[in-house]
């Protein structure tokens, strides 16, 4: 028998039918809390792995301008050496 099916009791008693009914609603309430705690969990988890992966493209983003100022700085001293060296001679 499921929680929201009538016993044999409460079909006969009134009293005995508002009690059970104040005692599934007890629990209900008990199930969404729990519920409820178990979404906030994942709210905090999902926003710790949003910062994480943020902070990871961040980084990337940080790692490739690097390589980008590295790459144009030689590109430019290689430049600058062979027109020193081929034009200017």
């Known amino acids: ?5 009538a016993t044999e009791i409460e079909k006969k008693s009134l009293e005995a ?4 009914c104040a005692e599934r609603y007890t629990q209900l309430e008990a199930r ?6 178990k979404i906030s969990h994942l709210q905090s988890l999902l ?3 949003h910062d ?4 990871m493209g961040d980084k990337r983003t940080d790692q490739l ?3 980008g100022v590295g790459l144009i700085g030689a590109l430019s001293a290689t430049v600058i ?3 020193t060296h ?3 001679t």
Request: glycine share 6%; net charge negative; no cysteine.
């Open 86 to 88: 081929y034009v200017l």
């Open 17 to 20: 039918h508002v009690e059970l």
């Open 1 to 5: 028998m499921t929680m929201s099916e």
């Open 81 to 83: 050496y062979l027109i």
């Open 52 to 55: 994480m992966v943020q902070k």
């Open 47 to 49: 926003r710790e792995v």
């Open 65 to 67: 301008i690097g390589w």
């Open 32 to 37: 969404f809390e729990h519920v409820d705690g």
